[in-house]
């Protein structure tokens, strides 16, 4: 330590004036620490409001047990107590109170018009319970809960499925305020009077969707890097002027509606297309099927995220000086090896950033799976916005959007492990 | 401008052109031959057409006319990888994501060496130039110097015969650039390597070079030793670029026995030993080494021309002493004195005579 530095009786560095150099650096900095914050602090707020909440929202929603805005406990808080009562695995209908229960808040549920929310919200577990809460709502608000009783006769004259156990399973397995039957659901599992049970082989959409989704996002992203290498690789090479007039050509998608692309992909695939007259023209007799299945996903989306995989494997290619590869030729290998030992290493960074890049991207990809995907050609995404917009079960959704989000993270992590974030280039 | 028997030349240009565009020659006409085991060095300002000629002897750049031979055999039409030539780049070019005995070994495995042998060889390369802990390490932990030495051991790893070099010293500072210096030199003679230099530092080229070839506009100035290089320029192109050199444009009055008569612009006129001018009328450029003028009368030497001058400035630059004097209507003209004992210190408005041999004295192109 220098002979002219203050230290006091702690070991701890002074400023000039006493007081200790941590407090007197942290009071030095703290006007232009605050500046900076001011200065990020339309863009926090608008990624708080924007991303941030919505996807904390989506996290809530594949757990909450609601109908509607309400939660179901909320709106059955006497059946909840007593079916805590009623054992499904008897094999016994529940018991009087538990009907007396049900009287009581389906009226009060009619009342406030939340009886069919109630209805469509277990709807999602077992098909048909929307029409029984529908069909007894009017019916139980004439009722008198005193003098009416009992009531199971009443509901099963109203409908005889309200003396279905299934039925009452679901009720019970549901009257928390937390509910795990959308992930259960996501997972093509669902909870019987038995427990947990996978769905019959024939209804599991959800893990199929998965496992494609992911599968031709893997193709996509390989077939990405197998065109766009080379282009990368020309890009860099060449001189800043011509350069810059191809990366200009490897751009130009940018500038095009994502839709206008997509459609031109179909004008050009579909059967009576520009690409299937010419396999005609050329004495081929029958018509290749290249839209409308996982084969025109592929190609469309490996057009359309190519740049993706271009930029990052450019920046990263421009920065290795041609004197590597006249190096090791110097040193005697040959045009190949040069390649394989010295330069293609380099350009990993590049490799990783634009593969997780267009991964990541394909992997939530909707329009373009929607629009030429077809049956067998369509990605979680899309089933996820049926979900969203046409069943308007939010639940699912949500809990099919956790999931997405929790594959890429995890994938995200392999991949750190693997390369190394650190190692990855984006410009 | 070889003059050697081609016969036991080991690198040669013969009526080497390179041209890029098709428009401008680079490299006009370049003839080279150079001996075995000689320490060469390209020197010239950029643009001049020595790392074209670098290269297109590395196999990098093909010349657009002409031949160029190592060891008698023409290789214009050798791949780069087959030349076995060793190679030290200007930013060194190790490469980044191999440590640094991976580096040395490269070029070994390349030629299918065995794994002990390989080993061995590149521990001992590592050992010659002090490297020998390194090997573990990768390129981005060490300092410009060590990378400097792991560039030129792994250029001499596979033990080539010929080594180029292209400004390889360009990114140190000036210690280190002179002590690196020492140590190339060295080992290019300890092993007996031919060795072809490129650099635009004419102090580098002159401390290690058994001959420099001056480079400009595309041509060979002047192809010498670094003593004849300095002391007997043949044009004015290599007497201003090789030192200081003090100028003044005259006409030639006469020339016999050797000697020129020059009158200089102002009226002066001093005799000089002609280089490239031939008949009385021509205009000259003469050029005199700062340090060859003598300003103590006690110690001029016999049959020399002396003039009178005006100090100007005096600058103190520890081992030497620069004085700026106004001498024959020219205010630029600088003396160099050695800081010995007894040496006198000019001070500013002195009237001095100072005068110089006819010898140092060269009368150049205009």
Redesign the interface.
């Known amino acids: 330590m220098m002979a002219d530095t203050h230290v006091d009786e702690n070991g701890l560095v002074l400023a000039a004036d006493g007081t200790p150099l941590k407090q007197s650096l942290a009071r030095a900095l703290r006007a232009q620490k605050i500046r900076a914050l001011l200065l990020i602090a339309p863009l926090l707020l608008f990624v708080t409001i924007s991303f941030v909440l919505p996807i904390g929202e989506m996290l809530m929603r594949s757990v909450q047990n609601t109908a509607g805005t309400e939660y179901v406990p909320d709106l059955l808080p006497n059946v909840v107590e007593e079916v805590q009562e009623w054992d499904p695995a008897s094999g016994e209908m529940p018991p009087e109170p538990v009907y007396r229960a049900l009287a009581q808040d389906l009226a009060t549920a009619f009342e406030n018009r939340n009886h069919t929310q109630l209805g469509r919200r277990f709807n999602y577990e077992s098909a048909g319970m929307s029409s029984i809460f529908r069909k007894s709502g009017r019916r139980v608000s004439n009722w008198d809960i005193e003098t009416d009783g009992p009531f199971r006769e009443k509901f099963l004259d109203i409908d005889e499925d309200w003396g279905d156990i299934e039925y009452w399973a679901t009720i019970k397995a549901n009257s928390g305020y937390y509910t795990t039957s959308y992930f259960l659901a996501a997972f093509d599992a669902q909870r019987t009077s038995e427990g947990i049970a996978m769905k019959d082989p024939d209804q599991r959409i959800y893990s199929k969707l998965m496992i494609r989704t992911i599968w031709l996002s893997f193709l996509i992203t390989f077939c990405t890097f197998a065109l766009g290498y080379p282009v990368a690789w020309l890009l860099a090479d060449l001189p800043t002027k011509s350069a810059n007039l191809l990366l200009i050509l490897v751009l130009l998608p940018f500038w095009t509606s994502l839709l206008v692309r997509t459609s031109a992909w179909k004008i050009l695939l579909q059967q009576q297309g520009v690409i299937n007259d010419f396999w005609i023209a050329l004495g081929f007799t029958e018509r290749m099927s290249l839209i409308n299945n996982q084969l025109g996903v592929v190609i469309a989306m490996t057009h359309i995220l190519l740049p993706f995989m271009i930029l990052p494997l450019y920046s990263v290619m421009k920065t290795i000086p041609p004197s590597y590869l006249r190096a090791a030729k110097s040193l005697g290998a040959t045009n190949t090896v040069a390649f394989i030992r010295v330069y293609f290493p380099q350009t990993t960074p590049g490799i990783g950033a634009g593969s997780l890049l267009v991964f990541i991207l394909a992997v939530g990809y909707f329009i373009t799976p929607e629009l030429v995907g077809g049956a067998d050609g369509t990605f979680i995404s899309n089933r996820i916005y049926y979900q969203f917009s046409s069943s308007g079960n939010w639940g699912l959704a949500a809990a099919l959007g956790t999931i997405m989000l929790v594959v890429v993270l995890l994938l995200y992590y392999i991949y750190d492990k693997l390369v190394g974030v650190d190692n990855v280039k984006l410009g | 401008m070889s003059r050697e028997n081609s016969n036991d030349a080991f690198v040669e240009f013969e009526h080497v052109q390179k041209s890029y565009d098709g428009v401008q020659l680079v490299v006009k006409d370049l003839n080279l031959a150079m001996p075995r085991g000689e320490f060469l060095t390209m020197l010239g300002p950029s643009g001049s057409g020595k790392t074209t000629c670098l290269m297109m002897l ?3 750049e093909t010349a657009t006319h002409g031949e160029i031979k190592l060891d008698g055999k023409p290789i214009n039409n050798i ?9 030290v ?3 060194y ?1 190790l ?3 191999m440590t640094i005995a991976e580096n040395l070994a ?2 070994l495995e ?2 299918k060496l065995g794994k002990s042998e390989r080993e061995e060889k590149v521990k001992r390369a590592l050992d010659m130039v002090q490297m020998g802990d390194f090997g573990g390490r990768r390129p981005a932990q060490l300092s410009g110097g060590q990378q400097q030495r792991v560039a030129l051991a ?2 001499l790893v ?1 033990e080539p015969e010929l080594v ?1 070099m292209d400004e390889p010293l360009g990114a140190l500072d000036k210690q280190l650039r002179e002590h690196m210096q020492f140590e190339i030199t060295n080992l290019a003679h300890q092993l007996g390597i031919t060795t072809v230099y490129v650099t635009h530092d004419q102090t580098e080229a002159l401390t290690m070079s058994d001959r420099v070839a001056v480079f400009d506009d595309g041509r060979i100035q002047q192809l010498a030793a670094p003593d004849t290089l300095y002391e007997a320029p043949e044009n004015s192109f290599v007497a201003q670029f090789i030192g200081e050199n003090n100028t003044f444009e005259g006409t030639v009055k006469e020339i016999n026995n050797g000697l020129a008569v020059v009158e200089l612009d102002d009226g002066e006129v001093i005799d000089c030993t002609p280089v490239n001018v031939s008949k009385p009328g021509e205009r000259t450029l003469i050029s005199i080494r700062p340090e060859r003028v003598e300003i103590d009368k006690g110690r001029l030497k016999e049959g020399s021309h002396t003039l009178k001058a005006e100090v100007l400035e005096f600058i103190y630059m520890g081992d030497i002493f620069r004085t700026r004097l106004r001498v024959a209507g020219r205010d630029d003209f600088i003396i160099k004195t050695r800081n010995a004992p007894d040496q006198v210190r000019l001070k500013p408005g002195q009237q001095i005579e100072i005068g110089w041999l006819p010898e140092d004295c060269r009368a150049l192109d205009a």
Request: proline share 15%; hydrophobic share 45%.
């Open positions: 590395a196999g990098f791949p780069p990888h087959k030349r076995g030539i060793g190679m780049f200007q930013n070019a490469f980044p994501h490269f070029p390349v030629r792994r250029a596979f180029l």
